[in-house]
């Protein structure tokens, strides 16, 4: 596969120049177009490296949605340095091991997350903050992004190649202390060649970024994919309020929205006023991160008829596409064929393929697929065999190459030796009246070995739901084998930052009474 640059750095270096006073970001009432980001970009590295920050260096991103974050991944890009994008929804401690595990020498933060900042003790690891969100303090250890910009240095350029590592990508911890997955610019670049020709995305496309991107599947098809056609992005730095998306997607010409599960859901449920739904210029809605519920899917799709909803499926270790169904043949539960120049397999434990239609574990090879683990060579060695990355996802391909999934592997529950996967019976219980989400784990059985328990999160106007019915509902759709053995209601499912469940708290929860 061929690319059009080289790292992140020759990219805006090219748009700058090419589309210099196109908008690149639209900031509220700020245009920021292709030349000033450029300027952002160089002034920023200038300062960077005055700082002594260089090739192979890491800067961890400790960032709330903001020009400053694109600003400063350009400008590692320039250095040769590698950034690191971490979750702004972690706790101090969670903070400091990352900062440590990567080896960061300088923190880039929003002064929204100064607590946090605090707390983790940033002096013992980094050599410096460099604060967004206008605080001005001038010390030895404090610096302000204004300030860094004011100071008008001028960078000398590292040429990083397509090999090279841009960024590395925290995994979300589900099952343990999370990994740092190394991505190289080849990586990234490849969901961008092969996402812009599977949705037909264009330099005249707009997209709106709201969901957070520290998360891989916004920063790669939210953030670089758009400016790497030349498009424009409409940046939106919270999801609250939840209707100036909607405003920001009207007035901007949005025509690419890229959402997780929850989103979708609630926005198949706002009341929207009728001119937006007549005027809005949206064509494509992207869901990620999650699986879809089948009753969203049909209520976007009645409620928005002049836009299509694809699902997709990804991976932070694969950059983080795999595959999303087209836009001329969509199909229902299906997350779609491998982009582009990806293969997909469905293997049994021996890593034999299966035939069409049987289910097995999804392992897929490309120029997606990550370097490996910073500083944990057994984990890469045990997650890439051969080539092929091994996802921990289950699922099976029908005779046209759609993929299915069926479950993460971790998740699967094996009572009395047959295999139960959750998704199946959670599938059954969203479309039960009043619930709104639910989540099926497997715990200990000294007679079963383990059986299923569903925790369930109920719709806002529904106060309580009839177990008798629930479980009526469940009988008439699963094997007496697959039922859970009880049911709890929850107020909200432990979810991370793109909407997942984390089913390992739930285990918890159950294994502690």
């Keep these: 596969m061929r ?15 090419e589309r210099g006073r196109k908008v690149a970001l639209f900031v509220g009432d700020e245009k920021i177009r292709y030349r000033e980001l450029l300027k952002r970009v160089d002034l920023f590295a200038g300062f960077l490296q005055s700082k002594g920050i260089g090739e192979g260096d890491r800067v961890a991103l400790f ?17 040769g340095a590698i950034a690191v994008p971490v979750n702004t929804f972690l ?77 590395i990508i925290y995994t979300s911890g589900t099952t343990g202390k999370p990994k740092g997955a190394m991505l190289s610019y080849k990586n990234i ?74 989103v979708y859901n609630a926005l198949s449920k706002a009341k929207l006023p009728w001119y937006f739904m007549w ?47 087209p836009m001329e043949k969509p199909k229902a539960k299906s997350v779609g064929p491998a982009l582009p120049g990806y293969t997909i397999k469905i293997v049994n434990e021996a890593m034999v393929e299966l035939p069409r239609g ?14 490996g683990y910073l500083n944990r060579p057994e984990a890469t060695s045990a997650t890439i065999v051969n080539g092929w990355l091994l996802t921990g996802d289950m699922g099976y391909m029908d005779e046209e190459g759609y993929l299915y999934i069926v479950d993460r592997r971790k998740d699967l529950i094996i009572s009395k030796g047959i295999n139960i996967y959750p998704r199946e019976i959670e599938e059954v219980i969203d479309r039960f009246k009043g619930v709104a989400a639910s989540a099926v784990v497997g715990i200990p059985d000294e ?6 328990v569903a925790y369930l999160e109920l719709e806002e106007e529904v106060g309580s739901i009839d177990e008798a019915e629930l479980r009526a509902h469940l009988r008439e759709y699963l094997a007496n084998f697959k039922l859970p053995k009880a049911h709890h209601v929850v107020d909200e499912l432990p979810k991370n930052a793109t909407g997942k469940v984390l089913k390992r708290v739930l285990k918890e929860r159950i294994l502690k009474k």
């Excluded at 007679?447 to 299923?452: A, C, I, L, T, W």
Aim: some cysteine; glycine content about 6%.
């Design 3 to 17: 690319y059009r640059f080289n790292n992140f750095y020759d990219l805006i270096l090219t748009q700058g120049r």
């Design 63 to 79: 960032l709330r949605n903001s020009p400053e974050f694109i600003i400063t991944l350009f400008a590692l890009s320039k250095l």
């Design 91 to 167: 706790k101090s401690d969670e903070l400091h091991y990352i900062l440590e595990d990567s080896g960061a020498k300088l923190l880039v933060a929003s002064v929204t997350l100064e607590k946090v900042v605090n707390q983790a003790e940033v002096d013992t690891l980094c050599e410096l903050i460099v604060w967004e969100g206008g605080l001005r303090v001038t010390s030895a250890f404090n610096v302000s992004f204004e300030e860094a910009l004011d100071a008008k240095l001028e960078a000398k350029p590292v040429m990083r190649k397509l090999d090279d590592t841009a960024v």
């Design 189 to 262: 670049f490849s969901n961008c060649e092969t996402g812009a020709e599977r949705i037909h995305i264009t330099d005249k496309d707009r997209v709106v970024v709201f969901l957070p991107m520290f998360h891989s599947f916004t920063l790669s098809v939210g953030v670089i994919l758009f400016l790497y056609v030349g498009g424009s992005i409409v940046l939106v730095k919270s999801l609250q309020p939840f209707s100036n998306i909607f405003k920001q997607t009207l007035l901007k010409r949005v025509t690419i929205f890229i959402g997780i599960p929850d």
């Design 279 to 325: 005027f809005n210029k949206l064509r494509v809605f992207v869901s990620g991160a999650a699986a879809l519920q089948e009753h969203t899917l049909v209520a976007m799709r009645d409620k928005f008829k002049k836009a299509i909803l694809l699902e997709g499926y990804g991976l932070s270790e694969a950059a983080p596409a795999v595959c999303i169904n």
């Design 358 to 371: 049987e289910v097995g574990d999804i392992i897929t090879m490309g120029d997606n697929v990550m370097q």
């Design 447 to 452: 007679k079963s070995g383990e059986v299923p």
